[in-house]
């Protein structure tokens, strides 16, 4: 095995002030490629794993070993499976796992490797091997996996089987892998009509977790009912026990999320979600990011909207939650121009545990025009890396992996306080205005002991803050130094409507 070492020239984004920020790319590259996902390695890099693709249209995978500077390892290898890598894993030995599909999606493979990128087994499984009771079983690309307490790897994802002439939607499928990739067990789900798993219909699993409240796991899914986001529950057999829609509050016949992820539990049985909404018809704002705080029962106790015509999807959606710690966390997401207009560009926004939106970028250049990220991952000095691609169809003749790099500071963290002033020097609006620094605003006639919450958005309607206003006090103090100049528009509400609203202007 022969190791190349691949140091590229960082180039630095038009937008981008700070010299550790940084994009590069596999342009470069004979085959098409992309990154699906990634995981910390034991040294602060990142491991990385995807897929080049060939003239033929066959896979062979892709590992990479990214240094926080932006250059990085790839090792060459000979002979390698046609498999597809889309989940990667760091396991109790300090090994990886890393799981995959062939490209005519009949084969799973499972492929382990060192800190060194040095392959330690390779496992390939064909149709005969996993799909029992159909001679026609296609695996779907999103799989995801899980460090079990024991060390073995869980891997959840869905699979469509063929009975005669018509097709079946995909269904879950479920396998345990020891250190090596050697299945332990496996199961595929062929519920029937009256059974209640049979509700997951048209399946695709978003996140497998531990199960907060049982021995077994939770999955962050898709495809309740044919058509929303749910949490679904399965023991550690691989049993269904139970599943639940995720209810959008406010209009109680919709789902809240169409596709969602977490990453953070708030206590034992509250987490934070992060995704996108199902279509609002009552708003028409089509997809919009959505934060909210869920019980594990799939109530919904709080959400916010933190950004328009955006959504996390994605052929292959790995993860798009990284968490540093309660007050760092990063959503990865598309950005739309608007809802009409399909042109999209990679994006991250900042929030913390108590769903503040802190800042957010979007990633407008030409050259990464329907570029999708496949996971974003926290970094040692309190940033974040993206991974992903572009796309053949919309970006070019082929596709090729594409990696950012951004700090804390990129976001331009909005701070606020609220502080208690002298009656008279209050005003009725927000002062001073135009404002370079601190804009002041009266909110003295806020309800007492309500949550109360200002948004802040520019002339395209995109959020710039959304904070919960916390403190005693009637002055309301905002740092938009950090802001363009133009004009913006701030509203403060509660959650059951709008307070007042108003608009300043930024020199």
């Not at 926080?68 to 090792?75: F, I, K, L, M, W």
């Not at 749910?230 to 016949?253: L, Q």
């Amino acid at each position: 095995m022969k190791h190349r070492l691949l140091i590229l020239i960082i180039w630095v984004l038009p937008f981008i002030g700070s010299a550790q920020q940084w994009v590069v790319d596999l342009n470069d590259h004979e085959d098409s490629s992309l990154i699906f996902d990634g995981v910390s390695s034991a040294d602060g890099d990142v491991m990385a794993v995807g897929y080049f693709k060939n003239l033929d249209n066959t896979y062979y995978p892709l590992f990479m070993k990214i240094h926080n500077d932006g250059s990085y390892e790839e090792p060459s290898y000979n002979n390698l499976p046609d498999i597809a890598l889309y989940t990667v894993i760091k396991l109790n030995n300090g090994n990886y796992l890393s799981s995959g599909i062939s490209s005519d999606q009949l084969k799973l493979g499972v492929i382990v490797f060192n800190n060194d990128l040095d392959i330690i087994s390779t496992k390939i499984y064909d149709a005969d091997t996993i799909v029992t009771g159909s001679e026609d079983g296609l695996l779907r690309t999103e799989a995801h996996v899980l460090l079990d307490d024991d060390g073995t790897v869980v891997m959840c994802g869905a699979y469509q089987y063929r009975i005669d002439t018509y097709t079946v939607p995909f269904r879950p499928f479920f396998y345990r892998f020891d250190e090596m990739g050697n299945i332990l067990d496996c199961r595929y789900a062929y519920p029937q009509q009256n059974e209640p798993e049979y509700k997951l219909k048209t399946f695709k699993c978003l996140q497998i977790k531990k199960s907060p409240i049982s021995e077994g796991y939770l999955l962050i899914c898709y495809g309740r009912n044919g058509s929303c986001s749910a949490f679904a529950y399965y023991d550690k057999e691989f049993n269904y026990v139970s599943d639940r829609t995720i209810m959008n509050p406010n209009i109680g016949y919709m789902a809240l999320f169409h596709e969602c992820y977490s990453d953070y539990m708030l206590s034992d049985d509250r987490m934070l979600v992060y995704g996108y909404n199902t279509h609002d018809y009552l708003k028409k704002n089509g997809l919009d990011l959505l934060l909210a705080d869920v019980s594990v029962d799939g109530t919904v106790n709080s959400f916010i909207d933190i950004y328009h015509t955006a959504d996390t999807s994605h052929k292959e959606t790995g993860n798009c939650m990284a968490v540093v710690n309660d007050t760092t966390i990063y959503g990865s997401f598309y950005s739309y121009l608007s809802w009409k207009n399909p042109e999209v560009w990679p994006g991250a926004c900042l929030f913390n545990k108590n769903m503040e939106l802190l800042g957010l970028i979007s990633l407008p250049l030409e050259q990464y025009y329907w570029c999708g990220t496949s996971a974003i991952l926290p970094t040692e000095d309190g940033g974040c890396i993206m991974l992903g691609g572009n796309y053949p169809s919309f970006g070019g003749n082929r596709s090729f992996g594409v990696m950012f790099k951004l700090l804390r500071e990129d976001f331009n963290p909005i701070p606020c306080s609220v502080s208690e002033v002298p009656k008279e020097q209050l005003k009725t609006v927000a002062f001073p205005n135009p404002t370079r620094g601190d804009l002041n605003i009266d909110i003295s006639d806020l309800p007492q002991n309500t949550e109360n919450r200002i948004n802040i958005t520019d002339m395209q309607g995109i959020t710039k803050m959304s904070r919960i206003i916390q403190g005693a006090g009637n002055q309301l103090t905002i740092d938009v130094s950090a802001l363009e100049q133009g004009v913006y528009f701030y509203s403060v509400y509660n959650k059951e409507n709008e307070i007042f609203n108003g608009k300043f202007i930024k020199n």
